[in-house]
């Protein structure tokens, strides 16, 4: 049976705007969120810094916890951004740097790359916060 995977995530202005939004592709909508692909609150506020992410397995934990974090006053979200990223980095920073050459690799499998092993750490080490503050937060 395929593993599924659903992220939770905060999006964030210059001005520290929030947004946060749940899907099972987070690297897609990320992507969708800073080529201002739909319009809305975070195309007219200028949200696209990924500054916080969570891995679960299970739609209906994914989706509990994206609730309970849009209950949260400001300075809880804060605080909950800076215990992972204290400098508030853009998380995705680099991952679209080579959008053409994966498009292109698409067509041809010879140059298809492997998963950047960064990447998957940071979601590992993500998943574990994500149960960390599951125990922490509740």
């Given at each position: ?86 400098t508030w ?10 959008v053409v ?38």
């Amino acid at each position: 049976m395929r593993e599924h995977r659903y992220f939770v995530y905060i999006l964030a202005s210059r001005s520290h705007n929030f947004y946060i939004g749940v899907t099972n592709s987070l690297r897609r909508r990320v992507f969708q969120h800073k080529n201002h692909s739909f319009e809305g609150f975070t195309e007219r506020y200028n949200i696209d810094r990924l500054v916080y992410y969570a891995v679960y397995g299970d739609i209906r934990n994914a989706i509990a916890r994206e609730k309970q974090l849009k209950g949260w006053n400001r300075a809880k979200k804060i605080a909950l951004i800076e215990g992972m990223n204290p400098t508030w980095q853009d998380l995705s920073e680099g991952w679209y740097d080579d959008v053409v050459s994966e498009l292109k690799s698409t067509a041809d499998p010879s140059t298809a790359r492997s998963p950047d092993p960064q990447t998957t750490r940071v979601e590992e080490k993500a998943g574990e916060r994500s149960a960390q503050d599951d125990k922490l937060l509740s």
